[in-house]
């Protein structure tokens, strides 16, 4: 079963500011690795993806992921009060079953 | 968009009680799942299914049956339901293959067992 330990559970920052969540999974099958947002009231909604070691972009978003450590960060530049909802990490191995981190609550202060 | 819908969206149920939550895709999709949402548990996965006609059992389906009777239908069958099944129920549909791990997900049902 796969444990997925996610850091930290809220989190505060100001309008322009940093936001950086952080995710350990303990399955060394995991291979594919997303970030989800879920807005309150909502359903969660996939944020993206990373699948190889290192970086990978997308607009103010940047994930990293470390395999050897089974690490994966997610820094949101320039943040925004649109921005504040709860995030997910979550990896999937060789059987289809993506499994979810337990959330951290980012508030983005105007 | 792909399209997931949960039916209800909120239930009050008695202890005892039958409960079935009911999820339909048009997304064509071969794999489907339940979650429930509590929180600092994050989103924990009951059942899921690969295709009409099969179910898995997740990391907690104690108290739980899930039926797959179709590409389209997945359901959650909470046969005696208990005050700890209160909770956010959520629904989602995945593809094999390109962009693996992207599930679609419907808006939830909320149940609450009295």
């Known amino acids: 079963q796969q444990k997925v330990q996610q850091s930290p559970e809220s989190l505060i920052v100001p309008e322009g500011g940093m936001a950086s969540l952080n995710c350990t999974f303990s399955?060394?099958?995991?291979?594919y690795f997303w970030w989800y947002r879920q807005h309150s009231g909502e359903g969660p909604k996939a944020l993206m993806?990373?699948?190889?070691?290192g970086d990978k972009k997308e607009g103010r978003f940047t994930a990293h992921l470390n395999k050897a450590s089974l690490h994966v960060s997610l820094h949101i530049k320039d943040s925004q009060p649109s921005d504040s909802a709860l995030y997910f990490c979550?990896?999937?191995?060789?059987?289809?079953?993506?499994?979810f981190g337990s959330g951290t609550k980012l508030t983005v202060e105007p | 968009e792909a399209a997931v819908t949960q039916s209800p969206r909120n239930k009050v149920a008695v202890t005892g009680g039958k409960v079935t939550l009911s999820c339909n895709q048009t997304?064509?999709?071969?794999?489907m799942y339940w979650y429930r949402q509590d929180t600092g548990h994050g989103l924990r996965l009951i059942h899921y299914?690969?295709?009409?006609?099969?179910?898995e059992k997740g990391d907690i389906p104690d108290g739980y049956k899930a039926s797959r009777p179709s590409q389209e239908n997945f359901s959650l069958i909470l046969e005696l339901a208990t005050p700890s099944q209160t909770s956010v129920y959520f629904c989602?549909?995945?593809?094999?293959?390109?962009?693996?791990?992207?599930?679609?997900f419907g808006e939830g049902s909320k149940l609450t067992v009295l």
């Open positions: 399955d060394r099958n995991s291979q």
């Open positions: 993806s990373i699948f190889s070691n």
């Open positions: 299914s690969y295709g009409a006609g099969s179910t």
């Open positions: 989602a549909s995945g593809q094999t293959g390109r962009d693996t791990g992207q599930l679609y």
């Open positions: 979550a990896g999937m191995s060789n059987y289809n079953v993506l499994y």
């Open positions: 997304n064509n999709h071969n794999n």
